[in-house]
């Protein structure tokens, strides 16, 4: 077996050999591996049994041919991938355990994405949601980026790191927000997109950003209702049409809220941009 910390959440990984390797022949998990002893949160267990019958579809979607699907069976929740050839790789968890099983199709592309919602099944309980951004860390806080697909969030995280000094990329796909002692901090994780970006370390939440291109630049502060909306679709989206599973989602962000401030910034791809943005989480 062995352990994986991630925001600081234990996670086990059993199962055979080859289950094993993949898991840790992923990149970016080796910095999370675990110095010592302790107790998981889950276990992520890879088992010759198929999974059970599924009963509804909550949230399904497809990219490059490889078809996602998340919902329900009699006793638990299930998820699975299928790709366009072979057989689907299957995840599930029965309500009330911490065991999560996976079985079939072990592509390492498969693996990585199946672990991520595994860890969110895991974790949402203890005000933890893995959120699609890009975040910056900056004097000792971070700043996370928000945003469609194709807005800009690792270019606003480029330009900050080339014109602002001591700005640093914290995680630029899918860090990890955690309430921690009623204050939001921003963790790295094993998961980070298009740029390889994987660190074992943790900052508090400074504010959140989020994006859209205009021809001009200009930021404005959002209004409770408004940043709950802006937060809201960075979330998983497998999770969003389970009462249980978003009203986890629901408190962690309504403890962001009480916290922290949320901006939109309408801006340019140029540097300018980047310092609007400093200027206004930070002060001159």
């Given at each position: 077996?062995?352990?994986?910390?991630?925001?600081?959440?234990?996670?086990?990984?059993?199962?055979?050999?080859?289950?094993?390797?993949?898991?840790?022949?992923?990149?970016?998990?080796?910095?999370?591996?675990?110095?010592?002893?302790?107790?998981?949160?889950?276990?992520?267990?890879?088992?010759?049994?198929?999974?059970?019958?599924?009963?509804?579809?909550?949230?399904?979607?497809?990219?490059?041919?490889?078809?996602?699907?998340?919902?329900?069976?009699?006793?638990?929740?299930?998820?699975?991938?299928?790709?366009?050839?072979?057989?689907?790789?299957?995840?599930?968890?029965?309500?009330?355990?911490?065991?999560?099983?996976?079985?079939?199709?072990?592509?390492?592309?498969?693996?990585?994405?199946?672990?991520?919602?595994?860890?969110?099944?895991?974790?949402?309980?203890?005000?933890?949601?893995?959120?699609?951004?890009?975040?910056?860390?900056?004097?000792?806080?971070?700043?996370?980026?928000?945003?469609?697909?194709?807005?800009?969030k690792s270019t606003h995280t480029r330009?900050?790191?080339?014109?602002?000094?001591?700005?640093?990329?914290?995680?630029?796909?899918?860090?990890?927000?955690?309430?921690?002692?009623?204050?939001?901090?921003?963790?790295?994780?094993?998961?980070?997109g298009k740029t390889p970006c994987y660190k074992d370390e943790d900052y508090p939440?400074?504010?959140?950003?989020?994006?859209?291109?205009?021809?001009?630049?200009?930021?404005?502060?959002?209004?409770?209702?408004?940043?709950?909306?802006?937060?809201?679709?960075?979330?998983?989206?497998?999770?969003?049409?389970?009462?249980?599973?978003?009203?986890?989602?629901?408190?962690?962000?309504?403890?962001?809220?009480?916290?922290?401030?949320?901006?939109?910034?309408?801006?340019?791809?140029?540097?300018?941009?980047?310092?609007?943005?400093?200027?206004?989480?930070?002060?001159?």
């Amino acid at each position: 077996m062995t352990d994986y910390i991630i925001a600081g959440h234990r996670i086990r990984i059993e199962g055979n050999e080859a289950w094993r390797q993949v898991v840790s022949s992923l990149e970016g998990f080796k910095p999370f591996e675990a110095r010592e002893e302790g107790e998981p949160v889950a276990t992520f267990c890879y088992t010759e049994e198929e999974a059970p019958q599924r009963t509804e579809i909550q949230y399904e979607s497809g990219v490059d041919g490889i078809v996602d699907c998340f919902g329900r069976y009699a006793e638990g929740y299930l998820f699975t991938m299928t790709p366009p050839e072979g057989e689907p790789l299957q995840l599930w968890r029965k309500d009330g355990e911490t065991t999560l099983r996976f079985h079939g199709n072990l592509m390492p592309r498969l693996v990585r994405f199946a672990l991520w919602i595994a860890y969110g099944l895991a974790t949402l309980p203890y005000r933890t949601v893995a959120i699609h951004t890009s975040v910056i860390q900056y004097r000792g806080r971070t700043v996370i980026f928000l945003g469609e697909s194709g807005t800009g969030k690792s270019t606003h995280t480029r330009l900050w790191r080339e014109h602002i000094e001591g700005a640093v990329l914290l995680n630029d796909d899918s860090p990890i927000l955690r309430i921690v002692d009623g204050q939001p901090r921003m963790f790295g994780s094993p998961w980070s997109g298009k740029t390889p970006c994987y660190k074992d370390e943790d900052y508090p939440l400074a504010a959140c950003v989020r994006l859209s291109q205009a021809p001009y630049n200009r930021i404005e502060r959002l209004n409770v209702r408004q940043a709950y909306a802006a937060l809201h679709p960075s979330c998983p989206p497998d999770f969003a049409y389970d009462d249980r599973l978003y009203d986890s989602i629901s408190e962690t962000l309504s403890d962001v809220l009480s916290t922290t401030p949320v901006f939109h910034l309408a801006c340019l791809p140029d540097a300018d941009a980047a310092r609007l943005s400093c200027q206004t989480v930070f002060g001159a």
